[in-house]
């Protein structure tokens, strides 16, 4: 949905890391989405399309007794890339060995990994699009002929020698398909993108997720919170667990209606999935600037927050919901952003409130 990740690592900040909508996730955060994740294709939920064809993959490959093709995972965060490496290990009865493109700067980091791997193994590489070229390099040859070349010596007496590896399959993820250099991108043999999640489906996620959690889940709770979560598994099992708090706290312990909507309110995320920022946004480009269009500098000023934070955390979710649409001159609201405020636009009498 955004590049809020690759921003902010490459500035240095940590983009809204409050908002209880980010789609991504902290290490602590990990660790508790960890005990919600499915562990075979039959319990994950959505992406059908998706499931259907990794299934015939993985059991074609058992009944050959060889590792499946290479697997490209992309899509926007939080929608399963992850679970469904794990996933992918789990059906082959193979061990699962994690690492990430920012993680391998160096070929030498990339061939050690590789050459520790067993027969079979699965290998995940999380934000693959963010490999070092040289890694990238090293991995078009390990995924193609199964083999490293080990560089010894330096200048014109350096040499290589070939290490066979075990044939692996290598799973990738990514945000940013489109960064994927076309002959890394080639080597995959099966590739999927994940969708965002249906409201339906997100009330599936949240009823398994409750009951995980040991907590019963009204339908109508599983039903409100479900519309405030963006289409994201993520976010709507870190609002569940909010909306528990908020029963355990306040309420009587029932993770009701009235407990969801409480749990929302307290929170700031109204009944499009809408936070604090992405509000401060609509409203100053409405209020403010009678709909824009506004520049992007002009706009971060106005609520208070960085360009790149306005850009790559909030704007993405307003302008997939069609509340705000960009221009060569600027942003502009839409009708719906109006609407959404409870505003009317200046073509139906002014900015004042209806």
Known sequence: MDDATDRSDALGIDLAADRLTRTSADDIERAAEAALRPRSLDEFVGQHVVRDQLSLVLQAALGRGTPPDHVLLSGPPGLGKTTLAMIIAAELGTSLRVTSGPAIQHAGDLAAVLSSLDEGEVLFIDEIHRLARPAEELLYVAMEDFRVDVVVGKGAGASAIPLSLPRFTT???TTRAGLLPAPLRDRFGFTAHLDFYSADELERVLLRSAGLLGTALDAEAASEIASRSRGTPR????????????AQVRGDGSLDLRAAQAALEVYEVDALG??????SVLEALCV???????GLTTLAVTVGEEPETVETVAEPYLVREGLVGRTPRGRVATPAAWAHLGLVPPSAGGTLFA
């Open 171 to 173: 799973v990738g993820a």
């Open 235 to 246: 976010i709507a099992n870190r609002l569940l667990r909010r909306v528990r708090d908020w």
């Open 274 to 279: 809408l936070d604090r920022l992405d509000r």
């Open 288 to 294: 403010r600037f009678g709909g824009g269009p506004v």
